[in-house]
């Protein structure tokens, strides 16, 4: 069941790191020993069944031109024994193999996910979402594969070709070395062949590729091309993409079609060749050579022509499975990338803690919820622990920023907010609004400079323990498949369903979510696909409010909003905002004009400071900004 | 939509075209092989062993002269198997290819003449599915057809022909095995369908879980929930991991079927022949084997077979589907091929998006738009403001009433005309792979770089451009990634205006762009093509308020038309937006109290 590939992934490379291979076995050894062990006896057994197959139609041949009729039941019975437990092996093996195999698949994919949890938002920023999503889909998959077929085929192939090889050593070294020399021409063969079916293929996966990126984009762009009346054109180039398309698929497929009829009759040329040397060895009683030292007689002959056509079938499997061996290490050698991404380090020994004030007045930890809390900060330098009110209090001092070396993103800005206050900050896109609340919660850090929080630097603060202490509405939403009741539940995981409710009163999305089909108990799928831009915002403001964080971010959380559905959403944000730090971006000016100190940003530089009376008063880059509007009067 | 549709394999048949001669060469020549294939076993005991044993049981010498001509044919029998194979193989993948080629075209074709409402009904991903994996699908499965479903019932036949000629009691033993394998087999297929087709749907939920994830990295982050997400995804994967294991075990059973129809069939041949004793001749028993073997490989092979089949026949049903589908909007028999003016009419226009949906989007909608007037528009999330717009392209057509373009019905235009004339600017900007000045020129591709640059800068796109490296040249990546979202905007407008239309419809098109350059750009529209009809649809006051009308949307009807001044005399809804964007604390107050 190989799922689809990505456009985009054909044209990676498929090669893989040497030690993958290493890797992964001693990954699988670890888990599944016992197993594997029980699984490698299984399939001795069954490959042992297998080559068994030409040695009866000897023996029985044998006894049936002597009329040995016990020795025949002797052989019947034996048969009858090694083919049942060759029968119960191979059932056995491919029980083991999809338990191992499906095991094994969900520890890689619970390794990918833990490890991806831990990652930091960089990588989410400079990957692609679909190339990571990959990674969990066609590598897992070209994985799977490997362990569960591939990896368990070469193993039983070799092994039955190590006994075929035996029998027919053991019957008559003359007729093996007919065989080897067949063999070794047949590879030569098929490797002539099978290099140009690969070079093809390649094409053909390029070729392909186009063809489909092409489509994908034509049809996310459909609209457009009907708006501009270019279904004429865009068929054209479709045509040419598609007719390169056929040709190179159809020259990679003649080869891949032609080395089936090619191998299995090559093949049946061996099987036809061996016949008629071993029958010349015959009339021209060749002394035979052989392990067993039996003479060369028509039941050799004959258990021979079978074990060259399996012979010939075990190779051609070998090379089969190379290819997929090859592409199941190189999805294995992505897995691992991932799995050794470095994490986001947190050294923060600074947490946040319930608190209640004792008899003496002093703050000290509690161990209920109090809805006080307090950072605890143990100096290690005395040993002694103090705590701190969580207030919302954060400083910016000189902040140097850069998301690549060398390029600056923000430099020298320095802020302060009290706690309660709420501070904008506006510019044009790319002015380095975004960064600075990436800052604050330690999705990136800083390069220069200080954040404190209630007077802590940040950097010492336990980076889970900052987090939940922020708030955070983004402008895209990013719901969950779940609930509604879930979705906002996300922002507190113990909270009741009435604390829910409160908080989607607050975010003034209770009104709607009552109209929804289900209430509160209505599933949501695809980021809340089913549901307006303006709910969605409201369910993730609720999130936000169940919450409950002393300081609040929020990130252009009403810029894609219309403004009438901005003024419902506004009323949520405005209760939310009550007595909170908050940190507002926005686009539209009439999101910020109440906060206590709008910000003016430039290319990452803090231009203008002020209240939205003082700034106008000004006349400065604020004041072109909201007048902007205006200008054509 | 009434006509009867025709049934999938006839819809899907009709691609294979120019490639009917491959298609039929193919099996004829898998004839061929397996005729020369299965003759091969029989010869080589009948003549070669059969007259080795023979001069042994007589006690003479072989003749070597007669063993070699007839190893001579058997060579022969050997090649031509091999020519008819690979004619088989190379003809399969010609007729395949094309097949697929010339489905993957119709498919294209077929959507290019869709209207907006077709690709309503299937949405992009899927159609994106349907013309790629989904024709592949098809495309194998074709292949499997020509070589396989002919390869393996002759080969069957031929091969139980040659078994019986040799020993006709043999027969008996096929009897027992291949319905044991058959049924057996097709047990455990109809069980491990039925149970994937279900984990399918688990294991999209594991996927679900994971996109959703790394989309919303940042939120799972600032909520610190990793912990949570990773119990959730355990449970989901173990989940998985459970019902997989189970299915697999299901189809593990196909092993000790196979294993047991071909080793009691090996075991019973052995058997009879033995029985016989010496009446038997013992060249015939490697004959005898591997035509049991053959039979039995083209029976799995006929299994596998019929399980991909089905596995295809999904996509095939998906591919019929869009083939079929016709399309909602098509030309006039006898159209008209220019456009007078740019004035727009809407007469007693309803519309809804769905014959079965009850609501409908737009209702008892009449205004008259001036040529070379500067329409705004505005309304709230959901009030069909794009909706009204759009029926101007003739995007959909009406439900109800009809809309003038240049004094005429706009279903009585040939599309192309129509669409030529009116430059739509939509909500969802889509940037094509290709460079700047490719993807303006889709406005008109025989533009000159002068008049590319001209309209850039009307569209405030050229000082953008012209700090690119590579300037007009500059690639823009698949979707438009590498270009910001008010980049994206601007040259989109760019695009609409090089097209030189009769009416500019600008559906929030400013939206990400800063309101120095919104006014900017509305100005220069204004000045430089002042005979254009100019309709914009803003969520800012501001880029409305200085049309000559302005038309304000709510839930689906025109609640007022007016000027700015009209309107904020008169209209609450208008009234309630311009305070809200431009009022100061002291208007609040004032209009407050």
């Given at each position: 069941m190989a799922g689809p590939m990505g456009p985009k992934r054909y044209g990676g490379k498929n090669t893989a790191k040497k030690g993958t291979f290493t890797r992964l076995l001693k990954l699988l050894f670890k888990n599944y020993k016992f197993k594997l062990l029980l699984m490698v006896i299984c399939i001795l057994v069954a490959a042992i069944g297998g080559s068994a197959s030409s040695v009866f139609l000897k023996e029985v041949a044998d006894v049936i031109q002597a009329g040995d009729w016990t020795g025949f039941l002797k052989i019947i019975a034996f048969m009858i024994i090694i083919y049942a437990s060759a029968t119960l092996a191979g059932f056995f093996q491919t029980r083991l193999g999809a338990t191992i195999t499906q095991g094994f698949i969900k520890d890689v994919r619970v390794k990918l996910f833990d490890k991806m949890q831990t990652l930091p938002i960089k990588y989410f920023d400079t990957h692609t979402h679909g190339d990571v999503m990959s990674v969990y889909t066609n590598d897992t998959d070209a994985l799977r594969q490997l362990v569960s077929q591939s990896l368990p085929q070469i193993f039983s192939t070799i092994l039955t070709l190590t006994f075929l090889v035996s029998i027919m050593l053991f019957y008559s070294i003359w007729l093996t070395l007919i065989v080897f020399v067949c063999v070794i021409l047949m590879f030569f063969v098929t490797k002539k062949i099978g290099g140009n079916s690969a070079k093809y293929f390649i094409k053909q996966q390029k070729s392909l590729g186009k063809t489909e990126g092409f489509i994908e984009e034509s049809i996310n762009g459909q609209k457009v091309i009907k708006v501009f009346t270019h279904e004429k054109e865009s068929k054209k180039d479709f045509d040419a993409l598609n007719d390169e398309y056929c040709e190179n698929s159809t020259k990679a497929n003649i080869f891949a079609n032609i080395m089936g009829p090619v191998m299995n009759n090559l093949g049946h040329l061996l099987y036809v060749i061996i016949a008629i040397c071993g029958t010349l060895l015959v009339v021209f009683n060749v002394r035979n050579v052989s392990i067993s030292g039996s003479v060369i007689g028509l039941s050799v002959i004959i258990s021979f022509l079978p074990m060259s056509k399996q012979f010939t079938q075990s190779i051609n499997q070998i090379a089969q499975q190379l290819n997929a061996i090859y592409m199941g290490l190189a999805g294995a050698d992505r897995v691992f990338t991932l799995i050794d991404e470095e994490s986001e380090t947190d050294n923060g020994y600074v947490t946040l803690v319930h608190a209640k004030y004792?008899?003496?007045?002093?703050?000290?930890?509690?161990?209920?919820?109090?809805?006080?809390?307090?950072?605890?900060?143990?100096?290690?330098?005395d040993g002694t622990v103090t705590y701190t009110p969580l207030k919302g209090d954060i400083v910016m001092e000189e902040v140097d920023f850069s998301y690549v070396p060398e390029k600056l993103v923000l430099k020298d800005v320095s802020l302060h907010a009290l706690p309660g206050q709420k501070i904008a900050f506006v510019g044009a896109t790319g002015a380095g609004k975004t960064t600075i609340t990436n800052l604050i919660n330690r999705f990136y850090d800083i390069?220069?400079?200080?954040?404190?929080?209630?007077?802590?630097?940040?950097?010492?603060?336990?980076?889970?323990?900052?987090?939940?202490?922020?708030?955070?509405?983004?402008?895209?939403?990013?719901?969950?498949?779940?609930?509604?009741m879930d979705n906002i539940r996300y922002g507190k995981l113990d909270a009741t369903d009435e604390e829910c409710i409160n908080a989607a009163k607050l975010a003034n999305a209770h009104d709607f979510i009552e109209r929804l089909p289900e209430g509160y108990n209505t599933v949501l799928t695809g980021d809340g696909a089913n549901l307006s831009q303006g709910q969605r915002q409201l369910i993730s403001i609720a999130r936000a409010a169940v919450a409950d964080a002393p300081v609040m971010i929020m990130d252009e959380a009403t810029s894609s909003i219309d403004t009438r559905t901005e003024l419902l959403v506004q009323k949520g944000t405005d209760r939310l905002m009550e007595g909170r730090t908050v940190f507002i971006i926005a686009h539209r000016l009439s999101t910020v004009r109440n906060a206590d100190v709008i910000t003016v940003l430039d290319h990452g530089q803090i231009i203008e400071r002020g209240t939205h009376q003082e700034l106008l008063d000004k006349k400065g880059s604020y004041y072109q900004l909201y007048t902007g509007a205006f200008e054509l009067d | 939509m009434k006509r009867a549709k025709k049934s999938m394999l006839r819809t899907l048949l009709g691609s294979v075209r120019e490639y009917k001669l491959p298609s039929i060469l193919t099996p004829l020549c898998m004839i061929g092989e397996v005729a020369f294939e299965c003759f091969i076993p029989f010869l080589m005991s009948t003549r070669l062993l059969g007259h080795l044993e023979q001069a042994h049981e007589l006690g003479v010498s072989p003749d070597v002269n007669y063993l070699l001509i007839w190893g001579g044919i058997l060579i022969l029998c050997a090649i031509m198997s091999l020519t008819f194979g690979s004619l088989a193989g190379i003809f399969a993948a010609k007729a395949s290819t094309g097949f697929g080629k010339n489905l993957r075209k119709d498919l294209y074709y077929k959507l290019q003449g869709f209207s907006f409402k077709n690709i309503d009904n299937f949405s992009t991903s899927s159609l994106v599915t349907r013309l790629t994996t989904d024709v592949s699908n098809v495309q194998h499965a074709y292949q499997m057809?020509?070589?396989?479903?002919?390869?393996?019932?002759?080969?069957?036949?031929?091969?139980?022909?040659?078994?019986?000629?040799?020993?006709?009691?043999?027969?008996?033993?096929?009897?027992?095995?291949?319905?044991?394998?058959?049924?057996?087999?097709?047990?455990?297929?109809?069980?491990?369908?039925?149970?994937?087709?279900?984990?399918?749907?688990?294991?999209?939920?594991?996927?679900?879980?994971?996109?959703?994830?790394?989309?919303?990295?940042?939120?799972?982050?600032?909520?610190?929930?990793?912990?949570?997400?990773?119990?959730?995804?355990?449970?989901?994967a173990e989940d998985v991991r459970r019902s997989f294991t189970k299915a697999e075990k299901i189809v593990a059973l196909n092993n000790p079927i196979m294993n047991i129809a071909m080793y009691t069939t090996t075991t019973l041949v052995l058997f009879l022949c033995a029985s016989l004793g010496a009446e038997f001749d013992v060249a015939n028993l490697s004959a005898l084997m591997s035509y049991s073997v053959q039979i039995l490989m083209s029976f799995m092979m006929f299994s596998m077979f019929f399980v991909m089949l089905t596995m295809a026949m999904a996509s095939g049903k998906r591919i019929t589907e869009v083939l079929n589908e016709e399309s909602t909007i098509v030309d006039p028999v006898d159209p008209l091929t220019s456009v007078n003016d740019g004035s727009i009419e809407f007469k007693n226009v309803s519309f809804k998006y769905s014959d079965t949906s009850e609501k409908f989007a737009l209702s008892d909608v009449n205004v008259k738009i001036n040529s070379g007037e500067t329409i705004g528009i505005l309304g709230s999330t959901g009030s069909s403001k794009s909706t009204l717009v759009q029926l101007i392209p003739r995007l959909y057509d009406t439900s109800e009433g009809e809309v003038l373009v240049g004094g005429k019905n706009v279903k009585d235009y040939d599309l192309k005309v129509l669409r030529d004339s009116v430059a739509m600017v939509l909500q969802k900007n889509v940037l094509f792979s290709g460079t700047v000045a490719e993807n303006v020129r889709w406005g008109d591709k025989d533009a000159s770089l002068d008049e590319v640059k001209r309209v850039c800068k009307m569209a405030c796109a050229d000082e953008f451009i012209s700090s690119f490296p590579d300037g007009y040249d500059t690639k823009i990546e698949q979707g438009g990634a590498n270009v910001?979202?008010?980049?994206?905007?601007?040259?989109?407008?760019?695009?609409?205006?090089?097209?030189?239309?009769?009416?500019?419809?600008?559906?929030?098109?400013?939206?990400?762009?800063?309101?120095?350059t919104d006014a900017f750009i509305r100005n220069s529209i204004k000045n430089e093509i002042p005979d254009t009809t100019k309709i914009i649809i803003a969520q800012r006051v501001a880029s409305v308020m200085d049309a000559d009308k302005i038309i304000i949307m709510d839930n689906g009807k025109i609640n007022a038309v007016g000027t700015h001044d009209e309107l904020l005399k008169n209209n609450s809804i208008y009234q309630e937006v311009y305070y809200s964007q431009t009022q100061t604390d002291n208007a609040t107050k004032e209009v407050n109290g």
């Amino acid at each position: 069941m190989a799922g689809p590939m990505g456009p985009k992934r054909y044209g990676g490379k498929n090669t893989a790191k040497k030690g993958t291979f290493t890797r992964l076995l001693k990954l699988l050894f670890k888990n599944y020993k016992f197993k594997l062990l029980l699984m490698v006896i299984c399939i001795l057994v069954a490959a042992i069944g297998g080559s068994a197959s030409s040695v009866f139609l000897k023996e029985v041949a044998d006894v049936i031109q002597a009329g040995d009729w016990t020795g025949f039941l002797k052989i019947i019975a034996f048969m009858i024994i090694i083919y049942a437990s060759a029968t119960l092996a191979g059932f056995f093996q491919t029980r083991l193999g999809a338990t191992i195999t499906q095991g094994f698949i969900k520890d890689v994919r619970v390794k990918l996910f833990d490890k991806m949890q831990t990652l930091p938002i960089k990588y989410f920023d400079t990957h692609t979402h679909g190339d990571v999503m990959s990674v969990y889909t066609n590598d897992t998959d070209a994985l799977r594969q490997l362990v569960s077929q591939s990896l368990p085929q070469i193993f039983s192939t070799i092994l039955t070709l190590t006994f075929l090889v035996s029998i027919m050593l053991f019957y008559s070294i003359w007729l093996t070395l007919i065989v080897f020399v067949c063999v070794i021409l047949m590879f030569f063969v098929t490797k002539k062949i099978g290099g140009n079916s690969a070079k093809y293929f390649i094409k053909q996966q390029k070729s392909l590729g186009k063809t489909e990126g092409f489509i994908e984009e034509s049809i996310n762009g459909q609209k457009v091309i009907k708006v501009f009346t270019h279904e004429k054109e865009s068929k054209k180039d479709f045509d040419a993409l598609n007719d390169e398309y056929c040709e190179n698929s159809t020259k990679a497929n003649i080869f891949a079609n032609i080395m089936g009829p090619v191998m299995n009759n090559l093949g049946h040329l061996l099987y036809v060749i061996i016949a008629i040397c071993g029958t010349l060895l015959v009339v021209f009683n060749v002394r035979n050579v052989s392990i067993s030292g039996s003479v060369i007689g028509l039941s050799v002959i004959i258990s021979f022509l079978p074990m060259s056509k399996q012979f010939t079938q075990s190779i051609n499997q070998i090379a089969q499975q190379l290819n997929a061996i090859y592409m199941g290490l190189a999805g294995a050698d992505r897995v691992f990338t991932l799995i050794d991404e470095e994490s986001e380090t947190d050294n923060g020994y600074v947490t946040l803690v319930h608190a209640k004030y004792d008899e003496k007045g002093n703050l000290t930890e509690s161990d209920v919820r109090t809805g006080l809390w307090a950072w605890k900060h143990p100096h290690k330098a005395d040993g002694t622990v103090t705590y701190t009110p969580l207030k919302g209090d954060i400083v910016m001092e000189e902040v140097d920023f850069s998301y690549v070396p060398e390029k600056l993103v923000l430099k020298d800005v320095s802020l302060h907010a009290l706690p309660g206050q709420k501070i904008a900050f506006v510019g044009a896109t790319g002015a380095g609004k975004t960064t600075i609340t990436n800052l604050i919660n330690r999705f990136y850090d800083i390069a220069d400079g200080k954040i404190r929080y209630d007077g802590i630097n940040i950097n010492k603060i336990k980076k889970s323990d900052l987090r939940r202490s922020l708030g955070i509405v983004l402008q895209d939403t990013n719901l969950f498949t779940g609930t509604v009741m879930d979705n906002i539940r996300y922002g507190k995981l113990d909270a009741t369903d009435e604390e829910c409710i409160n908080a989607a009163k607050l975010a003034n999305a209770h009104d709607f979510i009552e109209r929804l089909p289900e209430g509160y108990n209505t599933v949501l799928t695809g980021d809340g696909a089913n549901l307006s831009q303006g709910q969605r915002q409201l369910i993730s403001i609720a999130r936000a409010a169940v919450a409950d964080a002393p300081v609040m971010i929020m990130d252009e959380a009403t810029s894609s909003i219309d403004t009438r559905t901005e003024l419902l959403v506004q009323k949520g944000t405005d209760r939310l905002m009550e007595g909170r730090t908050v940190f507002i971006i926005a686009h539209r000016l009439s999101t910020v004009r109440n906060a206590d100190v709008i910000t003016v940003l430039d290319h990452g530089q803090i231009i203008e400071r002020g209240t939205h009376q003082e700034l106008l008063d000004k006349k400065g880059s604020y004041y072109q900004l909201y007048t902007g509007a205006f200008e054509l009067d | 939509m009434k006509r009867a549709k025709k049934s999938m394999l006839r819809t899907l048949l009709g691609s294979v075209r120019e490639y009917k001669l491959p298609s039929i060469l193919t099996p004829l020549c898998m004839i061929g092989e397996v005729a020369f294939e299965c003759f091969i076993p029989f010869l080589m005991s009948t003549r070669l062993l059969g007259h080795l044993e023979q001069a042994h049981e007589l006690g003479v010498s072989p003749d070597v002269n007669y063993l070699l001509i007839w190893g001579g044919i058997l060579i022969l029998c050997a090649i031509m198997s091999l020519t008819f194979g690979s004619l088989a193989g190379i003809f399969a993948a010609k007729a395949s290819t094309g097949f697929g080629k010339n489905l993957r075209k119709d498919l294209y074709y077929k959507l290019q003449g869709f209207s907006f409402k077709n690709i309503d009904n299937f949405s992009t991903s899927s159609l994106v599915t349907r013309l790629t994996t989904d024709v592949s699908n098809v495309q194998h499965a074709y292949q499997m057809v020509i070589r396989i479903a002919v390869r393996a019932p002759v080969m069957m036949v031929v091969s139980v022909v040659f078994a019986i000629n040799i020993l006709p009691k043999v027969g008996l033993i096929y009897l027992i095995s291949v319905p044991f394998l058959v049924i057996g087999l097709a047990l455990v297929m109809i069980f491990a369908m039925r149970t994937f087709n279900k984990i399918f749907k688990k294991y999209d939920a594991l996927n679900n879980t994971v996109q959703e994830n790394i989309k919303g990295m940042r939120v799972v982050k600032a909520y610190v929930r990793e912990d949570y997400e990773r119990d959730k995804f355990e449970k989901s994967a173990e989940d998985v991991r459970r019902s997989f294991t189970k299915a697999e075990k299901i189809v593990a059973l196909n092993n000790p079927i196979m294993n047991i129809a071909m080793y009691t069939t090996t075991t019973l041949v052995l058997f009879l022949c033995a029985s016989l004793g010496a009446e038997f001749d013992v060249a015939n028993l490697s004959a005898l084997m591997s035509y049991s073997v053959q039979i039995l490989m083209s029976f799995m092979m006929f299994s596998m077979f019929f399980v991909m089949l089905t596995m295809a026949m999904a996509s095939g049903k998906r591919i019929t589907e869009v083939l079929n589908e016709e399309s909602t909007i098509v030309d006039p028999v006898d159209p008209l091929t220019s456009v007078n003016d740019g004035s727009i009419e809407f007469k007693n226009v309803s519309f809804k998006y769905s014959d079965t949906s009850e609501k409908f989007a737009l209702s008892d909608v009449n205004v008259k738009i001036n040529s070379g007037e500067t329409i705004g528009i505005l309304g709230s999330t959901g009030s069909s403001k794009s909706t009204l717009v759009q029926l101007i392209p003739r995007l959909y057509d009406t439900s109800e009433g009809e809309v003038l373009v240049g004094g005429k019905n706009v279903k009585d235009y040939d599309l192309k005309v129509l669409r030529d004339s009116v430059a739509m600017v939509l909500q969802k900007n889509v940037l094509f792979s290709g460079t700047v000045a490719e993807n303006v020129r889709w406005g008109d591709k025989d533009a000159s770089l002068d008049e590319v640059k001209r309209v850039c800068k009307m569209a405030c796109a050229d000082e953008f451009i012209s700090s690119f490296p590579d300037g007009y040249d500059t690639k823009i990546e698949q979707g438009g990634a590498n270009v910001s979202g008010g980049q994206k905007q601007r040259l989109c407008i760019a695009r609409a205006l090089l097209k030189k239309p009769k009416i500019l419809i600008l559906d929030d098109s400013t939206s990400a762009v800063d309101t120095k350059t919104d006014a900017f750009i509305r100005n220069s529209i204004k000045n430089e093509i002042p005979d254009t009809t100019k309709i914009i649809i803003a969520q800012r006051v501001a880029s409305v308020m200085d049309a000559d009308k302005i038309i304000i949307m709510d839930n689906g009807k025109i609640n007022a038309v007016g000027t700015h001044d009209e309107l904020l005399k008169n209209n609450s809804i208008y009234q309630e937006v311009y305070y809200s964007q431009t009022q100061t604390d002291n208007a609040t107050k004032e209009v407050n109290g």
